[in-house]
């Protein structure tokens, strides 16, 4: 429960009422800080001014113009106002950047290295980008934070962030402070969570939010607290600050006007210490009621700004001439000051389990090509990865993972929540975007087919499948196996009329299943049209509407079955896949969508559920069915699951990306496997001024997913989390020879199958290998190498820094979980 405060002990300053600092904070700690920023002790109420500028690697421009345009000229300002005021503070948010004027200002590199060390030049972040954390893959989300901090100490810098700062990510999983932790993290400060108001985003009125039943409602409502601990599903843990009037709130001290953007004042210079006073009492005004401490934050940082011209003087200023009165004390400071500030009343704070999503939901699906292609890379240099570093003692392999290592800072750079979120405009994806998935794509797949070969005895033969029993007569397709039995029928459209578990002799189906559905959507990258005042998104068309053409046949024990049907004028070919040896059905959309239309495949089951189950990067997590908008579409990354409340009964279903699912009470579960929405308009001309990327989709894309009934349990007791990989890959389809994307594991176990070995590498830091392990509800798990000894075990997080050493039993290691993410650092020795 949220911890109050009496209102006792505090002196009203321009009418503004504070919170008492009360007994229970670490005053030592707390001092000590202080005495570092320059803070009076009699000061009662400190508000911190944090700088920065956002950069988007690319989004609305490429990389090479924004930093022709601005980056370069920025970092000279940052640069040349941090050594002309030794006090002054500025924060950088990920290195994408600030390695690319590394490189190419090679006399700026010695300031650079300097300031980075005194850390006047602050990192809020270790990462390339600011990823997105809902869409990557788990791993790439790691290489990401571990990539830029190997940058950093190969270039002789020694700061080692313990923060993330990810201002402008369009939600959050549950699981943020897992992933958060397992790198060494215990900060994060975010802005865009459900339900909060952001500037032109909206025609709704500010009165509007935040929305109801939202975490930014619970946090500035109910809870009346910017600063929590966020806790994820597994326990861990980090000190969180959301930034409620955005992260550029305090852009405009030295200015009147609007605002200030892409280095743009769109208003007149102000620096008086009137005008600075205004601002900070009106800054104060917002965050004060939000404060649970005797400290509110205002970043400063919209973005591509240049920094404020001598903030520190105008500070200063402010505190000489009018702190004595207000009792406001005003310091530059960064991110990472602030919550250490804020951490000695951690006690006062409430421990929250947040999903912090959805915040905008179209983009989980905006331009599914980025996110398969990012989906299979990953796979790929993970696959690659660990098959080379099996036979890393050989001159070619160490060549090749060389090459991975390129291939990683790439791929890193596509998790930005303007990339991989399909958010960035036409231009930029075909100019930037896509040469770069194409050219890393074509390389690892070069680079998997070296390490295939090299590693002969990771391909195995997998016992060729059954065929179902089928027939296709009279336009109807009925199959027959142990788990189901099914009818497909050409007069609906091509969609499943009768699945029946014959075990139970009881249909899963209300309606239709496999039919594909067409929505009317106003939205655009961002957002569908049911997100906004004055946006729709409306059942159009079903591909049941028309009769199919259904074709059948079997091949080395699978039936493949193609539905040739149309979809508003659109051929659309649905194809599946049936084992008899496999309660899973694959199958696969092949199509496009017209513009202004999100097109989704829906099974109208008979189940009842009240949440759905789903894998996200980190772990697992229930969701409700409905949260804000209905429909609630929400990402998962493999697979989601629904339960009949009163029977047990359940319907699986694995995505191949991209995942945007939902479902409801009556039994309907879609997920997105389409979406042709080019820009976000309200009342059908009105364009949302936040939202000013546009990028028509009209290109033929596939959709691999695979369903299945689940007879009783969760998620874990039907072995979704063993199952997906397997299910939908190449191999499930045809029978043959493993490609060894599934069996690149085959020289190290874990004894558990509830334990996932996520990656496998050399290590960046230190001798020996990397192995990064995910536990799914597993306690403990014994880690051993086939044909190898492990002499020697670190515990170390995934930034590779060592935690403690674990003695090796029997040239094995025993691994504990405490959290559900852990890295290892292994030496091993060839057994002979």
Not at 625 to 634: A, C, E, I, N, Q
Request: some cysteine.
């Amino acid at each position: 429960m949220a911890k109050t405060f009496p209102e006792e002990g505090w002196i009203p300053a321009q009418g503004m009422p504070r919170p008492d600092r009360g007994p229970d904070n670490n005053k030592e700690g707390e001092h000590a800080i202080r005495r570092c920023l320059g803070i009076p002790e009699e000061a009662s109420l400190v508000i911190i001014f944090s700088e920065s500028s956002h950069w988007d690697p690319n989004w609305l421009l490429t990389s090479e113009e924004y930093f022709r345009h601005r980056v370069r000229k920025i970092l000279d300002a940052v640069i040349r106002e941090l050594l002309s005021q030794p006090r002054r503070v500025f924060g950088l948010e990920s290195i994408f950047f600030l390695k690319m004027y590394w490189e190419r200002r090679p006399e700026k590199q010695d300031s650079v290295r300097l300031l980075v060390n005194q850390r006047r030049l602050r990192l809020t972040g270790s990462g390339i980008t600011t990823p997105d954390m809902n869409l990557p893959h788990l791993e790439a989300i790691v290489r990401d934070f571990l990539l830029g901090q190997e940058w950093l100490r190969a270039n002789g810098m020694d700061q080692e962030p313990r923060i993330a700062y990810l201002p402008d990510d369009f939600g959050f999983p549950p699981t943020v402070p897992t992933i958060l932790n397992s790198l060494g993290c215990s900060m994060a400060v975010v802005t865009r969570i459900d339900g909060s108001f952001f500037v032109g985003a909206d025609y709704a009125a500010r009165s509007k939010f935040p929305r109801p039943g939202s975490s930014a409602e619970l946090l500035s409502r109910v809870l009346k607290s910017s600063d929590f601990v966020w806790a994820g599903p597994d326990g861990s843990q980090v000190l969180c600050h959301w930034n409620a009037f955005t992260y550029g709130q305090g852009d405009m001290i030295a200015a009147k006007g609007v605002a200030r953007w892409m280095g743009l004042l769109i208003g007149v210079p102000a620096r008086s210490t009137k005008h600075v006073s205004n601002r900070i009492g009106s800054y104060v005004h917002q965050l004060l009621p939000l404060a649970r401490t005797p400290y509110v934050f205002c970043p400063i940082g919209l973005d591509f700004n240049s920094p404020v011209r001598d903030l520190v003087g105008l500070l200063d200023s402010y505190n000489r001439e009018i702190y004595p009165d207000s009792g406001i004390f005003a310091v530059n400071a960064s991110l990472d000051d602030y919550l250490d500030l804020v951490s000695c009343y951690q006690g006062r704070l409430p421990e929250l389990r947040l999903d912090l999503s959805p915040y905008w939901m179209g983009f989980y699906s905006s331009r599914p090509e980025i996110k398969q292609r990012c989906r299979k890379i990953v796979q790929g240099l993970v696959t690659a990865e660990k098959l080379l570093t099996a036979v890393n003692q050989r001159e070619d392999a160490r060549e090749l993972l060389g090459r991975i290592e390129s291939a990683w800072e790439t791929t890193v750079a596509t998790n930005h929540h303007d990339f991989i979120t399909g958010t960035s405009p036409g231009r930029v994806w075909r100019k930037e975007q896509k040469p770069w998935l194409v050219r890393t794509q074509d390389e690892i797949g070069r680079i998997l087919e070296h390490a295939v070969r090299m590693n002969p005895e990771a391909a195995s033969l997998v016992p060729e499948p059954r065929a179902p029993g089928w027939s296709l007569h009279h336009g109807i397709l009925r199959v027959e196996t142990d788990h189901y039995l099914m009818e497909v029928v050409e007069a609906h459209g091509g969609c499943m009329l009768c699945w029946t578990d014959p075990v139970t002799t009881e249909g899963v189906l209300e309606a239709l299943g496999n039919d594909v559905v067409a929505y009317a959507d106003s939205g655009g990258l961002w957002r569908m049209g049911h997100e906004y005042l004055g946006g729709s998104f409306v059942e159009w068309q079903r591909s049941s509407q028309r009769p199919a053409r259904i074709s059948a046949v079997e091949d080395r024990g699978v039936l493949r079955a193609e539905v040739d049907s149309e979809l508003e004028g659109r051929r659309l070919v649905r194809t599946m896949w049936f084992r008899a040896d496999s309660p899973f059905i694959r199958a696969q959309i092949k199509g496009s969508a017209g513009k202004g239309r999100t097109v989704a495949c829906r099974f109208s089951t008979r189940l009842r559920p009240v949440e759905i189950e789903m894998d996200v990067p980190g772990g697992v997590v229930s969701r409700p069915l409905v949260k804000m908008y209905d429909p609630t579409f929400w990402a998962a990354a493999d697979f989601a699951h629904v339960r009949d409340r009163s029977t047990g009964r359940g319907f699986a279903v694995f995505m191949g990306g991209p995942a945007s699912i939902s479902a409801n009470g009556n039994g309907i579960v879609e997920w997105v496997a389409l979406r042709n929405a080019p820009k976000e308009k309200a009342f059908g001309f009105l364009p949302l001024l936040a939202h000013p990327a546009y990028g028509e989709d009209p290109d033929e894309h596939l959709f691999d997913y695979a369903v299945a009934i689940t007879r009783q349990g969760d998620w874990r007791v039907n072995r979704l989390h063993v199952l997906a990989h397997d299910v939908l890959s190449e191999a499930w389809i045809n029978g043959e020879t493993v490609a060894p994307a599934t069996r690149a594991d085959a020289w190290i176990s874990t004894g558990s199958e509830d334990v996932r070995i996520v990656a496998i590498k050399p290590a960046h830091r230190g001798q020996g290998l990397i192995v990064r392990l995910m536990s799914f509800g597993a306690s403990s798990g014994m880690l051993e190498f086939k044909d190898r000894t492990v002499e020697r075990a670190f515990l170390c997080d995934a930034r590779e820094r060592d935690l403690e050493e674990i003695r090796p039993i029997e040239g094995r290691v025993e691994v504990s979980f405490p959290r559900a993410i852990v890295s290892l650092r292994v030496m091993v020795r060839q057994q002979r």
